[in-house]
Structures are given as structure tokens and as C-alpha cells.
């Protein structure tokens, strides 16, 4: 049995100890003789959190990432399970490369993987994978993220057949055809600094698509990394129309802006790209009301060497597992736009509720994914740190609260500090 | 001299002050050219690397014949004929040419922010000969110095400029400079090519040629490149000539002194009826002889003093 002590729960300023036995949480403030202790130091005690979209890189680009650093970041960041995306190299569209996965992150202890699989093979978007048979080998859903799905018909097949099997088909909603080259927001930057603009009508114009084929289909349909405006207000009527559909942001979108490219430092490239300051307030009040389900970080680790080229040759991605919750926590609770415990919820049971998962919890019996956060330090966001294997942020310097301090999956230790 | 400035990127943070000095040590320049032996050392002992990573024969000449003439040392890096770049970083590549005691960059890039980037990776004054659609900051003082030479002053001309604004970095860097200094720009071109997000005070942007030559001093064509056919933003070529061509009746509408100026090269009879690129009008060459001049003049305000 192991004693958490000196924690507070969510709302209270009480010490308290949480005891766990057996993966499983047994409960609060119990009699019984702990064999293990952890001081928690006063910190503050949540459900682990849940990521549904980081790019781990494993198989084949290990130099930008690979299982063990991406997991233990994630560990770092909160995180007790991690979906990865499958656009790796080659791309995981075979039951096999998802079941050595599973394998080898089983043997870090660090967060649990829970990989997503292509929807496609090759995600060239033309015919399904072997859906069941990824499923079988443990494929958590089915995604051609890191490319968009041009085919609307491939798409309905991929989500009837998903939706057969229990589970959802995510998109990264973007017109291909109308974000053309563009590697950052069309607008007034954009046109300013000369850069090939992508409209916010790209991801509308997609997403409106796609919210057509669920409200066909009745099969769930989750959108990636919602970046505008528009498009969050595509998935509200969507949803009030009784589209099964769920959508996710990311900490990065609500936080930074296309102004930030006017350094032309590459490290702000990310697709979606960063759009305007409306967008973002747009997409906060999304959190607000519950047209977004969840926050999800889309982790996308590339090399230094990768993220200095020209503006148009380096990739897209930003890297943010580690500093997804401090970020939230002091940009958005402490300065008082939303409460701990939506945030909260839009980590885990947000997250959990789009997976169709058990509902995280830290009453008895639940899974003993835990972690401590300290709310009361201050750090500096130091990239040199990282787990991950891209050391740089674009919040480099920033003075956060919120650090994770211990992470536990199923009960065992996977992060402390 | 020294102004502080270090870097000429774009016209971001320039004073009117400035740039006023470069255009008037652009004349001091001209004269060292007129002379039978043009050159001085303002430069001796310093290195200028020219670094282009797109080809323009054109721009490099007149830099590094600019640098010459100011007796700098010049070590010339072409992308195309080089080991270096493939597959590498920007910054990496940077690194390598730093490691020859550059004192200055040149930089030549078909992305935009790549010289912001070099300025940043190499730490040396970095100037910008044209990245991507961003800015060419050289060729709009040249066609600034253009202008003064015929009128004497930049402050309330009305300078029209027509053609593929989008992909246009002569017109971004022409509209933030002309503007700093009082004279009123107008963009123009077909609506594929022309974004309106760039009109603020003294930058009007119109799809309408003939309001936006009107009464212009000076009307700028832009070169059209063949590969806007191909990315679908005009039906074709002829239809372009009918509508965006600068030709002489166009002109008609501007005043009677209107000059007309081209950044090269040029397509004749396309974006420009040749028959005015060679007419009393055109300053197209002017443009040439003066870029040497005030290339030699950023140099100067650049570089002097701060080895
Ligand atoms: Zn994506």
C-alpha cells in the first residue's frame, strides 16, 4: 500500500492522504499501514491527465522523438496516457507496428500508449486499413492526421466501419486545396511579412464537410486541433443538430498568435497554423460553454536543425506535452477566465468521455493514474529540461505555476521531481 | 556616420532621418562613380559575404561591384553551385560562411524571413537583397533615390504601382518606404494578386487601373511571372496584357511629368508595352546606374565604423 500525503484535492485547502494499493486507488485518509510513503508536500491532487494527440515519432524518425523520450515527457508534463498519432515512418497501419508499440512503451513505465491507428493505409486517404485487425492488436481510434482526408466517400466508409468496431474516426479538418502552400495564417501578418497565407476558410469549409458526414453517418467523428472562429462555431450548430461529433484545442492556439511569426522564427510554424487573437478568444469561450470537449496538445517534436530552416522548408510543429497544463494554469486560472476544475476536466475526463474510457477519478476503485501539482511555484519554462527530445518552446523564459511534481500510472511512479 | 541601425531587413524601426542620410550619401557615391578611377577604401579590411540562396545575376553584380568599389573583400556564395545548403539548415550553412571572418551578410532567398533568420543566426549586419515576397529594401531605396533625382522630393508624390502585388517583394518594400516618407502608394492589380490587408494610411490598394494611374507621378510595373498561370490566379496571359498592361495610353491619365519605372527584368509587351519602356518616360535603366550607387551607400551607413 502506498500513502500520498499532505495533498490537497481540487478546491480544498486541506491536507489529506491518498492511499494506493494494486494499480487501483483504495481510498482516502484510510487507517491502514502504508509500506510506502510519498510526502506531497501540500500539492494539489487530479486524475493524471489524458493526451489524444501527440506525434511520438517512433518507428522511424527517432531523431525528433521516439517512445521513451515522448513518453517520459508526457510523464513530466501530467500525462498517464498518451494517444500517438500514426504518422510516422513507416506510417502504423499494420496490426503489427501497433502491437510492438504497446510492447515497448509497457516496458518504460512511463505514460501508457494507447496508439492511434491510420484510418487509411499509407493515410493516402484512398482505401481503409485493416480496421479490426488494428483494433484487435489495440488501436485506441483511427486518424490520417498529418494529412486531411480529400475523399469525403473514403471518409463515411472509414466512419461507418469505425463506428461498427465502437470506435472514432479523428480528422485533421483542412481544404488541402484551399491551404495550399500556406504556412501560417491568411491575413494581415501574413500578407505583411509576405508569407503564403493558410485561410481560416480552409478549416471551415472542412470541418462544415465533415459535420455533414457524421449527421449522415450517426457515426462519432472527432476534430483535431480546432483553430478558428468559424470552425468552433460550425461544430456548436453541428452539435445542436445532434451531429455526433467532439472537438479538441491546443494550449497553443489559445495562447500565441500569427503575430508571433513576425520574428520569422520557424518554431511558430504549426498546422493548423496560429491564427488571430479573436480566433483564440473564440476558442476559449468554446471551453467555457462545452462546444470543445477537451484540450489536446498535438506534441510535435522536430530537431533544432529542422526548425531553423527558411520559413517555408522547416516543418510544422510545436512541441508542448511538458508545459501544456502549467501554460493553461497560469494564462487561464490564474488570472481567473476559467476554473481549475474545467481545466481540469478538459485534461481528463474530456478526454476520456471522447474515448469512450472509463471516467478518471480519484475515489476508490478508479485506476491509479494520479498526479501532484504545485500551484503555488513559480518556474521558468527551460527547454534544456525537457524529457522531449526538442529542446525549444515558444514559451522559453515564461514564469509558470502548475508544474506536475509526481505522476503516477496505474500507481507507479512514471514522473517525480 | 553610424545611425545605430546594423541591419537593412526591411524598413521596420527606420527613421525618416535615416534614410534620408543613405539617399544623400547616395550622392556623394554617384560622383565616386563618375570618377575615371571608381573607387574608394571606405571598406578596406572588411569582408561582405553575398549569400544567395536564389539566383539573381543581377542584384549580386551590383552588390558586390558596389562592395568592390569600396574596396571590401568579397566572398561570393551561390546556393546552386555549392555543396553547402542541400539538405542543410539555414543556420548551419550561416555558421560555415561566419567561420570565414565575414563581417557582413548579403542575402539573397526564396523565403520570406530568411534574412531575419541570417541576421539572427550569424550575429553580423545583415542586409536584405530581396527573401521571398518579404522585402527588397535595396530596390525600393533605388527607385525612392529614382524619384527624388526627377521630382526632389519623395514627400506627396503619388506613386502607382501595378502588377502581382501578392508574391511581390518590391512592392511590400516600396509601399513601407514610400510611405514613411509622405508619398502616397497605391497598389493595384487583379484581385487574385492584389491583398487588400496591405492598405493602411498612405497605402491605397485598387483593382481599378485606370483611377489608380490617375494623376500618378510616378507608375511602377511589376515583372509577372509565367508561373502564375500555372497556380490558377489568372485565366491567362493575353488577358493580363489587356487589362494590367502600363502602356501609353494608361499614362494619359497620369500627369504630364509621370516617369515609369520597372524593377526588371523586364517582360516585354506583357506587364509593360515596350515601346514605353524605351519612351522618354522610362527611368528603367536610371534605376540600374542609381542601384549601384545606393548600394554602396547602405554599405556605407552600415559598415563604417563598425569593424
Ligand atoms: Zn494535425
Redesign the pocket.
Known sequence: MLEIKNVKRVGSDQLESLFIAEGKIKGWNLSEAATETIDGKGATVAPALIELHAHLREPGQEQKEDLASGLAAAAAGGYGTVVSMPNTSPVVDEPGIVATLIQKAEKLGFARLKPAAALTRGQKGETLADLAALKEAGASMFTD??RTNENANVLRRGMEYASGLGLLVSV?AEDATLRQDGVMNEGVVSHELGLPGNPAAAEAARVARDVEIALLTGARLHI??LSTARALEIVRQGKKAGAPVTCEVCPHHLTLTDESLRGFDAMYKV?PPLRTQQDAEALLEGLLDGTVDCLAT?HAPHTQAEKEKDLLEAPFGIPSIEVAFPLMYTRFVKTGKISLEKVLDLFTVGCAKVMNWETPSLEAGSVADVVLLDLDQARAVDPKTFKSKAKFSPWAGEELYGWPTLTLVAGKVAFQN | MGNGVKHLLDFQGWTVEAIEGILETADVMKEVLERPVKKVPALQGITVCTAFFENSTRTRTSFELAARRMSADVLTFAAGASSLSKGESLRDTIETLNAYKVDAFIVRHHASGAAHQVARFSGKSTINAGDGRRAHPTQALLDAYTMLKEFGKLEGLKVTIIGDILHSRVARSNAELLSLMGAQVTLCGPATLLPRELARDNVKVTTDIQEAVTGADVVMALRLQQERMNGGFLPSMSEYALTYQVNESLLERAKDHAIVLHPGPMNRDLEISGSLADSARSRIIAQVEYGQAVRMSVLYHLLVGKK
Open positions: 492526421d498529418g485533421h483535431q486541433h498546422a498535438d
